[in-house]
C-alpha cells in the first residue's frame, strides 16, 4: 500500500518542535493530527469539536505551503479571538491533504 | 435548602437523560447549570446544528434534542437551579453532600452527578493588563440588568450576536452607545446587522471598525478606554461602562478543587463499574469524566448514565431488592401523577 502520509511540523505551546507524519486519508484536519499525537492537553484544543466556534486550535501558519482558502465562518471566529496575528488560522478547517507535505505551523496560547 | 436524591450538576443531554433514568428507579433529581438555560453545549454552541450519530435519529439539530430530552424527563419534575455555578461540596456526617453555587444556593443530596461537560461556560476575557482591576466596576461580561446603563456612557465590543443585540437594545437606554468591532463584517443575524446598520446612519449607534479596545483608564472605575485602529494613532473614548462580548468558553472551573482526581482536564471514574469518582457518592458521567478508552459522544453519556443510575439507587435504598424493568412492560409512572402504558392487546372473538 502506498504510503498516505505526509510529514508535517508543529512547535507545541512550551515551544516544542514535533515532527510528525500526518494521514492524507482518514479526512482529519490539522486540530484533530495535534490531537492524535496530545500535543496539547486534552480540553485546551478542539473544544467545540471543529465547528469554528471555539479558536481553541489557533496556530500561526509558519511555512509558505499553500492552504485551503479561510471561509466566513474561520474568519469570524478568529475576528473575535485573542493572540490573533496574519499568519493565524483555525487548525479545525485545515483539512490535511498530501499537497501539504512539509507545513509548519506553531500552535497558538491557550486562552 | 433544596433537597434530592441525585444532584446533577450541568443540564446538557447527559444530565437531562439522567433524569429520566432515575424517575424510573423512582429517584427524584435537581439540576445546576451556570447557563440561563439547559441543553448544555447542545443550546449554547450550536442549537442549530445537526448531529448524526443519536441512536434512532438520522438527523436531528441540538437544539431540538435539548428539547426532546426535557419533553422525556417531564414527568419526572426535575428541578433546575439554572445561571448559577456550583462552587463548593461539603460532605456531612450522614454521607451526604451539600454543593452551594456561586450565588448562595445550596443543595442537599446523598448522591451528586457532575455531567459538567467541559467545564462551566465562562466569558472569555480580552488579554487587557488591568481588566480585572475594574470588574463590576465599569468593566461587565454579561449583562444581567439593562437598567444599570440608563443614561450612561456604554462601549460594547464584540462582532456576533450579543454584541449587535445588545447594542440595539442599549441603544434606546443608555445615553450613548459605541460598538467596536476588528472587522467590518459582522456575524450575527442579517436583520440585527441592519437594525445596527440604521441606527449608526441615524446617529444612534457609534460605531467604530475595524477596531480594537488597547487599554482601560480610570481612577477606581472605568473613565475611558483606548480605542486603536488598524494604521492608526490611538484615541480615548470616555465611557461608563465597557462589556466585551466575545462569547463563552467551558472551563473545569470549582470542581477541579474538589479533591477528585483529575487527569487530562477531566475527572477519572471507575468504568468497570458505575463511573463513579474517588470520592464514593460522587459520579462523574458524560463529556466531564475520563477512562480508559472514552469517548466524548452524546450517545455515550446516555449509557453512562443509566448506568450510574442503578449504583445510585443502592446508594440510596441500601439492600433493597431491584431489577431491571422494560418500559414497554412496566410503563413510565410520572411523579407528576402520570402515566404511560403500552396499549393492552384486544381480545375479541371473531363471529
Given at each position: 500500500m502506498d504510503n498516505l502520509d505526509i510529514n508535517i511540523t508543529i512547535i507545541d505551546r512550551d515551544g516544542v518542535k514535533h515532527q510528525i507524519e500526518a494521514p492524507?486519508?482518514?479526512?482529519?484536519n490539522l486540530m484533530e493530527v495535534v490531537r492524535s499525537y496530545e500535543l496539547a492537553p486534552e480540553g485546551t484544543i478542539g473544544i467545540c469539536g471543529?465547528?469554528?466556534?471555539?479558536?481553541?486550535c489557533q496556530c500561526y501558519v509558519l511555512s509558505d505551503t499553500e492552504l485551503p482558502e479561510m471561509q466566513d465562518d474561520e474568519e469570524a471566529m478568529l475576528s473575535e479571538a485573542f493572540y490573533v496575528k496574519d499568519n493565524s488560522r483555525l487548525g479545525c478547517q485545515i483539512q490535511i491533504t498530501p499537497e501539504m507535505e512539509g507545513l509548519e505551523v506553531e500552535l497558538a496560547p491557550e486562552s | 435548602m433544596i433537597t434530592t436524591d441525585i444532584l446533577i450538576i450541568g443540564a446538557g443531554p447527559t444530565g437531562l437523560f439522567t433524569v429520566f433514568e432515575a424517575g424510573l428507579l423512582k429517584l427524584n433529581c435537581h439540576l445546576i447549570d451556570a447557563l440561563p438555560q439547559p441543553g448544555g453545549q447542545c443550546s449554547e454552541l450550536y442549537p442549530k446544528k445537526p448531529i448524526y450519530d443519536i441512536p434512532a435519529y438520522p438527523e436531528i439539530l441540538a437544539g431540538d434534542l435539548t428539547e426532546k430530552l426535557l419533553e422525556q424527563c417531564k414527568q419526572f419534575e426535575p428541578g433546575f437551579t439554572l445561571g448559577e455555578r456550583a462552587e463548593t461540596i461539603e460532605k456531612q456526617e450522614d454521607g451526604s453532600f451539600i454543593v452551594t453555587t456561586n450565588k448562595g444556593t445550596k443543595h442537599k443530596a446523598p448522591v451528586i452527578a457532575i455531567a459538567g461537560g467541559l467545564g462551566s461556560f465562562e466569558p472569555r476575557k480580552?488579554?487587557?493588563?488591568?481588566i480585572t482591576d475594574y470588574e463590576d466596576c465599569g468593566v461587565?461580561?454579561?449583562?444581567?440588568?439593562?437598567?444599570?446603563?440608563?443614561d450612561k456612557k456604554v462601549v460594547i465590543a464584540g462582532g456576533g450576536d450579543s454584541a449587535l443585540d445588545w447594542s440595539i437594545f442599549l441603544s434606546d437606554i443608555a445615553s450613548s452607545v459605541t460598538l467596536i468591532h476588528r472587522r467590518n463584517e459582522f456575524r450575527g443575524h442579517l436583520d440585527s446587522v441592519e437594525k445596527v446598520q440604521e441606527l449608526k446612519n441615524s446617529g444612534k449607534i457609534n460605531l467604530i471598525t475595524p477596531a480594537e479596545i488597547t487599554a482601560i483608564n480610570g481612577n477606581g472605575k472605568v473613565e475611558n478606554v483606548e480605542v486603536t485602529k488598524k494604521g492608526e494613532a490611538p484615541i480615548l473614548v470616555d465611557t461608563d461602562h465597557f462589556i466585551p462580548l466575545f462569547g463563552l468558553s467551558p472551563k473545569l472551573g470549582p470542581i477541579a478543587n474538589w479533591g477528585l482526581e483529575i487527569e487530562k482536564n477531566a475527572i477519572k471514574v471507575n468504568n468497570a463499574l458505575d463511573y463513579q469518582t474517588n470520592i464514593p457518592g460522587i459520579y462523574a458521567i458524560g463529556d466531564v469524566n475520563t477512562y480508559p478508552g472514552k469517548l466524548k459522544l452524546i450517545l455515550c453519556g446516555f449509557h453512562e448514565a443509566t448506568l450510574m443510575c442503578q449504583s445510585a439507587y443502592q446508594i440510596i435504598n441500601p439492600g433493597k431488592r431491584y431489577v431491571l424493568k422494560y418500559t414497554t412492560v412496566a410503563g413510565v409512572d410520572g411523579f407528576d401523577g402520570t402515566r404511560k402504558e403500552a396499549p393492552k392487546a384486544v381480545v375479541k372473538a371473531i363471529q
Open positions: 492524507t486519508d482518514m479526512a482529519m471543529g465547528m469554528a466556534m471555539c479558536a481553541s | 480580552p488579554l487587557l493588563d488591568n461587565e461580561y454579561m449583562i444581567k440588568e439593562p437598567e444599570l446603563y440608563r
